[in-house]
Structure formats: C-alpha cells, structure tokens
C-alpha cells in the first residue's frame, strides 16, 4: 500500500447493516475515509423498529447444526447454503461483537420464536420498568460508537442517485445540492422495498418493485417505514448486478390492528415474542387454527384460511384475529412494552373467562373447553420438557404457560402484513455484488441487509433480520477497506 490515501468508501444507506460497515472499515484501517449516507434525516431505518430481537446460538441444548437446520428449513429450497452457513457460524460472535461496541448494551432476554427448535433470538430487558425496544437500542449503541470514530462522516438528507462502481464515482444529491464523488468503494446497505405497498409510489409513473414482483400484495398494510423503496437494488441493477428471488416476499402474520383505525396502511408489528412466551389465536368463534409459533408464512397462510372477516370485533375487509394472552405471559413479555401497547389502544382487557367471552362475542363453555384443550399440552411439557413430546394438533409443542387464568386477559386484533423482502441483489459470502453477466464480482461494490438476497430464501425466521446486518455488514465493510487499501 502506498503512503497517499485512498478515496473514502461510501456506505449507501444508514440501519443496523450499514452502521456495521462503516464500523468495520472505519476501524480496520484509519487511513481510510468512510461517508455514511442516509436519504431521510435521520439514521436508523427498519433496524430500529425492530422488536423480535437478534439471533445467536447460546443457550444450552441448541446447536450450530440445529440454527442451520431451521433456517434452511425455513428457506424452502431457495437459501444460499454458503450465506446460511456463514450466518449461523458467526452468531455468537456477532453478539460479542455488538456488545464491544457499547459494553452496556444488554441482550439477555432469550425466546424462542417461531420456526425455531430452539431459543435463541436476543432482546433488551427492561430498565427501571420501561421498555427497552431492541432495534432502538442497538442503533443508538453503534451511532455512539460512530461518534468517537475521526475518520467517519455522516450525511443525511442525501439521496444516491447514481452509482459507477466502474469508474468509482457515486453521484448524490446532498441536502438539495447535486455532488460527483470519487471513492474507492461501494457498499449498499439500503433495505428492501416493503414500504411500498401502493402500485404508483415511485416518482415519474414508475411502478413499485413490490406491484412489479407481488402485485397480489398490492394495497396489504406494511409495518415497514416508506423509506424502504428499494432504491439501492435499482441502483445495483441499474450497475449491472444479479438478483435473485425478487418475488420471495414475507407478509409477517401479526401486524396489530388499531380499532381506532382499522384500515391504516401502516400498522405497528406484534412482536413474535408475544407468541412466543404463550399467545393463543383465536378466530371469530374463539376456536384457535393453527400453531402460533409455526414459520411465518405457515401461521400467515392459516389466518387467511381461517377468513374470519366482519366478525365480532374483526374488520370486514381483511384477514384479521385475536391475538389473547394471561397476565403472566405478559409479565414475561414485558409489562411495560405491553402497558406501551395498550395506551396506543392496540390491546384491551378482560378480568376472566366470562368477561374475555363476552369480548369475543362466543360461548363461555365453548370457549372453555378451547382452553383446557391448550392447557393439557401445558401440563404434559411440565412433565416432559423435551421438544420432541406429541404436538398438538396443529404441530405445536411449546407451551410456556396455561391460557385457562382466572384473572386479567389482554386482547389484540392481528392481521398478515407485509413485512420483509427475502430477494434483492446477489452477493457471495464476501459480501461482494454478482454481476448479472458474468456471476462474478462487480470490482468495489458490495451490499449486506435486505438488499441482498441468498439468506433467507422463502421465509426469514425471527431474529435473522438483525443477525444478517451484523454478519454481512460487517463483512461487507472489511470487504471494501481492504478493496480500497489494496494497490
């Protein structure tokens, strides 16, 4: 290497994925310049709405085969066995790693979440009886980190319009201001396209890559902010990159619905972690239909299958359900994420079965006999806690707490939402862009997060979002330091 330094490396877009890149390559070598660049005015993006937490293969019982089994499994045939390997691997690390970065950063609280045979998916406790949202606090963690980093400049309020990986120029618009840079590296990390679920949201009549490639999810609410448009997979594209499984798009099965505001397009996720500390769902007759802690896109298609519309409290021009929990798995949930929940209007209580009955417009006795059907798995896993005990009817076989409580009920309205896309360009375990000619590396451009795609395939499982940011963000910015460093 010689003595002059390089270009500085842009970094296109300002989450959990991008703010690992511009760690890692800020920190591998602090001769190069790294410009972190966001279009809205403050960093952050999905990562820090994100509430299910962040995987890694700690707890006793699990095992690196057992979480690359589950994410293939999940992947339906579609994931990139190398990008799953590498993922999984490098789990444990990554949670080291993040606390490095902000020793004060606590991820304590484990779950396991659906399509998990394990727990393993990470999130904050609660601080002083507050909650303690985990995207949030790792997004202030790493953004502090940044802070005391001389060789890193944020911009914000930038829009990246055109990338030339070729002839290492990126042309933005800064603050209004166009500007032609030099840099000795690309790295996207823009999130994928779910924040569009309109046909037209795009300027100058040009379709939404969601009409493009789901046009049946066309009008589906989203929990994703519209920041997440896909501009970094067009401008990948438009540089000659591959993609792959652009159609592969996950509608997250419980998206709450506010009474106040049933038709909103933009709707608050509900966490996996509530089913996974015990939530039942129930149709419109207070009978449950599917396993709560399946897959994704399995309880997804089981809440459209069940068509329980303009029943009882449920909207009438969508799928929906009732999401109903005891006090105790709320307890465990956290209290005051729940309390956060409810003073939003998106859970209301009931004291007992005969009050949760009238709610929900069914039978007491019937809906009874519901419960101690659920409470009888319950009793048996206190007596074989083994994940292989008979499942349910419906495959489950987690069951954390009895449904059956003669005291405070919290009820929610759930409905499938568009919430991820598992497609976006394609990238090897370099975290280096393919181009679409020749599958081989396009020289300085590199991509980690939604963007890419390879990981998740079919179904991303709970806590593999995050994981995916810190495993390939970080790679990806290794990746171009030592691009830009290497004569």
Known sequence: MSGKSPSPIIVVGGGLAGLCATIEAATLDSSVKVILVDKEANIGGNSAKATSGINAMTEVGDSLDAFEKDTLESGGGLSNIDLVHKLVYE???SLAWLKLQDPTLDLSLVSQCGGHTHPRTHRCPPIDGRPVPVGF??????KNRIAQLNNVEIWTNTR???IKPEEKRVQVVKEGEPLDLSVSAIVLTSGGFA???QELQQPEGIKTLLSEFAPQLVNTATTNGPWANGDGVRLGVEAGAATKDMDQIQVHPTGFVDPN?????SKFLAPEALRAYGAAILNAEGHRFGNEL???????????DANSRGKGHLPPDYAS?????????IEQFGNSTAAFYAKKGLFVQCEGLEELAKYLQVDQAQLKDEFARYDMHVVERKNDTSVNMVPDSFGKTVFPYPITYNGTYWIAIITPCVHYTMGGLAIDIEAAVLSSKTHEHIPGLFAAGEVTSGVHGHNRLAGNSLLECVVYGRTAGRSAALYATDD
């Open 91 to 93: 789990s444990e690390e």
């Open 137 to 142: 606090r790792t997004i202030t963690a790493l």
């Open 160 to 162: 990246v319009t055109h």
């Open 195 to 197: 924040g569009q679920t």
């Open 261 to 265: 505001n049933p038709n909103s397009g």
């Open 294 to 304: 399946a897959r994704r896109d399995v309880l997804t298609k089981s809440i459209f």
């Open 321 to 329: 359900a009732y999401l109903v929990m005891t006090e105790p798995m």
